[in-house]
């Protein structure tokens, strides 16, 4: 290959056409005119940059090599690693396991593994001999009505994440609730969840939740707790007669939709003219809030109408995977783009990111740019989209100026139909350009809608944070009340919010964990999670939903709500008196906010028979039919999972006319500091909140395929710029490690504004040059047993001024290692011998329609007589699935839903570095093109159920069958372990329990499990099923009726949570089904098709509609 | 050197090298009988209940209905074993004061669930469905006996796979009229007064089971069915 491209560059020696390599040298060859210096960075920095990033040497094969992106010969590629063709990735296309995965590494010596091992083989027969063990049955006394022992109930609920809440639907058995789906009539959800809903199961069961109420880590009681802080509060009302008020009580909480919880803060801060209340999120929407008002001077909320828009331009919003809406918009923005039925149009997404997201991967185009670039492009787009900015117009490079008029086009064609969303992390101006670019297209009103905040009380988070430093610090806070978050742990460092926290007199923490913050703090309550509790929350549109618990709080916890009525007189009051009163007046008051009332409830201490006393006005005074009236409304209400009518109205806002004054004048690299640093809430753990979540820590973080750790994230060039991991062939790859499968990622130390962090360093193609991201949630300290000391806190170097991106990032390599486990090159389905397989097909909607298998040509199934098996016959029914790679935007919520619904185990990254992970499904991860900007595409692949299963006729004890419908059943009674079928299948779809994974001893986990999946123990092969406990149910649900099995009746739980509909299950042989008419379309394929395995599941092309006018860019 | 056999120990080698075959092959059967015995698979044995309850008294003699306890069975995986509640709504009433129905009174009054022995027990990974059993004309007796004629419940299946095979390989050789699932003495003595209406498995099997609309042996005896 060296030689292959050696003669490139005899052929072109100075070609310079790819779009990196112009990228770099554009400043030095452009002449630089006074405009331009203003946009661009000084010359000196892009002569210093470029000169890091071309080191004489090495900068021919790495320009050739960006020049062929197929320099490996491969059009897909799965890694860095692959593309460049390292030894170690040559070693694992050969094995499945890395070498070692399998070999002894124990203190226990060969000899005695053996003599121990023959001794248990010999003694193994002897356990046949045990009878089951006695069973008992405890029935009920009174059995509730409606509640039939083996037969789950749903309910509806909502989870509220950074305050804003997603409608679920929960299955409980026998009161325990153990999968999560989404609610169809919630507008955020439409039946789809996502991977923190379909996790937060196991956060409900967790055993390191906080369980008692703690005063200076001392078990107390709930009175002991009132005890301490009634006189606290009696003594902030004298406080408050003061003149000057001096002190105070504050109350710091996450942002806060809830009409019942702020009615009762606002009581709280009307009863107590001194106190304050912050809202504070790590990973909150300042930037859409405070752009709102930088626009039209009011606090607005945007909806945007995705199912309406043509044409759509996200600068730097990851709106398909990220917010409180993006559920809803995944969904709206899939079925714009699904080519079924004869359909011949697409959406079209342009994405403008300063990091690798979900979004910016399925995009038709995406331009990768350094943060502080965004606002010029934003500026330089809004001008020529005739957006009067106040500003001169800008300068860019060619590329930068054919993508504007490209997109400004695309959008002046599309009036009204097209769509500008900015990033949460983009500044508020870049917001403001983006509301005035809508009303300019005359996008407001048709796909973008303004209603009134849904948040109650919408403010700058880190505003507000830092005036209650200030506060603290001055001494001015005698009470602090966090409900609750982890600000010790997530507030931006320059604040030093432990530090001002110490100087408050008396400190309470409302949280699920004992954390951080609960170190510091006098008094800890342990929370009820939202499972448990009683509260309400509104969506990303307004609608509100009623959250209503499916347990009793396992570890005595309490809600917001309980901790407030703590302050508030009412010390014994519950969440649903409070929530169910609050909806109760407000339906008396034809559903406005009902009026705050001072000072009304008195209730002497300790009496828990008052608080039914206290609206003796509000409930004896309305009429039986008003109340009955009620009990529709709030019944209605609990079954729907929504209020109805809550959703906000649509209203008018005018820009203001001075909106385009502020500039917010990004910093620039320097020359001692020439990187840029992106912070990015993670996207599995967030904010750091789910820390603790095996689920989520487990699974694969849809780019980077990264578990367990968060790292630097890199493009390529930088790293090759900073010597940093691999070079090979003129790549820069993630060093992999010989004898595993994780990476050995070097260390860098990130030095940001004077703090300094240490980071293993991840290479990621297609991430912008000279940026590096870094994800928040990791480096937590006390978070349980799962999530403390893994990865690094990216909350040590984050800052109140810059909180999402900023300049003057240095990076020093520490010359240390650090393994990372991901899952990227794990499972590969390449072969060195075939050369490339035809694994992923993609083309572009023109393509497509020219050539609508888009599959390579020449190649084709083998047909019916190739196998010398008789093929079976199906009477009934035969399952089969399939898979639209054009609608799969690879949020990984699938596989937490698989992880749920199968009772799937937490290895551990440890397993996982060895390959090891038991997931069912996995999402592929492919890319196409250039490292420098890939095009991506994602490919969930679990088993095909393939009609000649490789893995059925290697069994030696017919473990592995094949059904009478067509699935390849896997029976783990009768598994011995051989791992054969692994061995043999194409797909690497088999998981085998190399150890003890599941936790059969934590009593609140055996609760969380489902009950109709066998739980696996050591030493068996497992895999996806099909969901065949849903299938089991649908038809003997049918046979009882004597019916066919409706098509959409059975849906595995991949294709439930998938927010944009691109698994579809059913029966192949009705023709009238969904699958079947999606595997009539002409882009259906099989994986390995030429194998002659037959997979049932098959998948559909990826079509991407790029404009004509870019061309493959 | 003398030989230190003689030449008839040949006889004995050969018995033993024949005879090992036939001790593995004895082992094996034993083994196997031994896995089909009610020793081990519990059949026939009554269990200790924490209430002697008869199922002959309430069944055989007394004429109550399955179902009357077993609520769910036609609709449920689990065919429901009664609350404490079910017990009272007559023991209130009759046997008030009976000593041996002092446990239920006794969880009546405590709130605290009667403990009862399991007689049927499957492994966990063995997903049996009571409702399309019964609602495609598996009777109860076919798999529990004659329930009516027990003082004390003891499962009279050995509960092994084979046994389940048994009827998932010939359905038609088991299943009866729907609305005579709940019916104890099946097959009856007498079917129909007139002789020519005798009840004929081999005919009305057959018949049934394409009437019920069962499902092909293969489907019946893929492993998922039961195994999941």
Redo the contacts between chains.
Sequence with gaps: MAELVQLKRAISPREEDSDSSRELVDPDSSAVDAQSSILDPPSSILNLRSSILDPPSSILDLRSSILDPRSSGKQYWRSLEELAGTEEFQELLHREFPENATEWNDPVGRRKFLKLMGASFALAGLT?CT??P??????????PEEL????PAFFATAMPLDGLATGLIVESHEGRPTKIEGNKDHPASLGATDAFSQASVLGLYDPDRSQTLTHLGDIVTWPAFLGAVRPAVDAQRAVAALKPAKGGLRILSGTITSPTLAHQIKTLLATLPTAKWHQYDPAGRDNAREGSRLAFGQYANTVYRFDKADVVLSLDSDFLACGPASLRYARDFAAKRQLISGKREMNRLYVVESTVTNTGSVADHRLPLRPSEIERFARALATSAGVQTGQSAFLMDERRSKWLTAIGKDLREHRGASIVIAGDSQPPIVHALAHAMNQTLGNVGSTVIYTDPVEANPVDGMASLRELVTDMDSGQVDLLLILGGNPVYDAPADLDFAGAMRKVPLRVHLNLYKDETSELCQWHIPEAHYLESWSDARAFDGTVSIIQPLIAPLYSGRTAHEALAAFLNEPERSSYDTVRDYWRRRFAAGGQEPPIKVGAPQVAMGSPGAPAATQPAATSAPSQAASTGFEQFWRKSLHDGVVANTALQPKTVALKSDWSSQTSNPERPTADAPFEIVFRPDPTIHDGRFANNGWLQELPKPLSKLTWDNAAIVSPATAGALALGKRVNGFSTNRMSSIGREILADQIELQYRGRKVIAPVLIQPGHPDGVVTVHLGYGRTIAGRVGSNAGFSAYAIRTSDAPWFGAGLQVAKTGGTYSLATTQSHHLLDAEEIGERDIVRSGSLEEYKKHPTLGPEGQHEPGEQASLYPAFEY??YAWGMAIDLSSCVGCSACVVACVAENNIPVVGKEQVARSREMHWLRVDTYYKGGQTNPDTYFQPVACQHCENAPCEVVCPVAAT?H???G?N?M????CVGTRYCSNNCPYKVRRFNFLLYQDFYTASLKMMRNP????RSRGVMEKC?YC??R??KAK?DS??E?RKVRDGEIVPACAQACPTEAIVFGNINDHESRVAKLKGEQRNYSLLGELNVKPRTTYLAAVRNPNPELGSE | MGQIFNRSTNFISKVTIFGAFFFIGIIIWLLLEF?RSSY?T?AYFP?EQPVQFSHKHHVGDDGVDCRYCHT?VE????A??????TCMNCHSQIWRDSPYLEPVRE??RT????????VH?L???T?F?H??HV??GVGCSTCHGRVDLMPLTYQVASLNMEWCLECHRNPEQFIRPKKEVFTMDWPPQQWDPSPDKQWHQDVEGPRLSKEY?I??T??L?????C??
């Design positions: 046949a009878r089951q006695t069973e008992y049955i405890a029935p009920y006394v009174r059995q039939v022992p083996g037969q009477k009934d069958a059904s009478a419908e699935l059943e029976t783990y009674n009768r109709d999946v066998t739980v099923t065949v406990q299938i089991q003997i046979q009882k004597d | 896995n081990y519990q269990r769910t609709k449920l995986a689990f429901g074993i009664p609350p404490t509640k969880s009546w709130g605290k669930p009667i403990k009862w022995t399991r027990d492994p966990d990974f997903y469905n409702s399309i609602n495609k609309n499902q092909s293969g489907v005896t893929s492993c998922s069915t195994h999941r």
